[in-house]
């Protein structure tokens, strides 16, 4: 059983930088491909970015891909999400997922993950 616990999250601008955490405790953190993915009011969960543990390439969704960067320290067993030049199209709940069966066709899948946090909220507005 893994635990997952985001923090971080919070009220910025347009343009500004603000850097998501998850903490993890249980499990073998350094088997587990971890993601983050985001919901928007009204909106399906969707993928943002991922770490797996099989290699060192990260993962992104298109319209983040040149702003946020995603890594991962398996000795402190934490995962972050670094995001820059933000836009209020980004704003929503983010949360932290880990899957020990991921391959790369369901990498942005949110059921092929198998523990979630509780989420962190970012708002981007004037």
């Known amino acids: 059983q893994v635990q997952l616990v985001e923090s971080g999250g919070g009220l910025v601008r347009p343009g500004d930088s603000l850097t998501l955490s998850c903490a993890a405790s249980?499990?073998?953190?350094?088997?587990?491909?971890m993601a983050w993915f985001r919901q928007g009011p009204g909106k399906a969960r969707e993928f943002v970015a991922a770490?797996?543990?099989?290699?060192?390439?990260?993962y992104y969704e298109a319209s983040v891909k040149d702003r946020f960067t995603a890594s991962r320290d398996n000795a402190k067993k934490m995962m972050y999400l670094q995001m820059n030049s933000l836009k209020p199209e980004d704003s929503a709940v983010y949360y932290c997922?880990?899957?020990?069966?991921?391959?790369?066709?369901?990498?942005?899948?949110?059921?092929?993950?198998?523990?979630w946090g509780q989420g962190t909220q970012v708002i981007v507005s004037l």
């Open positions: 997922a880990a899957g020990s069966r991921i391959i790369r066709s369901t990498l942005e899948e949110p059921n092929a993950y198998d523990y």
């Open positions: 770490r797996r543990s099989t290699d060192s390439n990260p």
């Open positions: 249980g499990g073998s953190f350094r088997t587990y491909t």
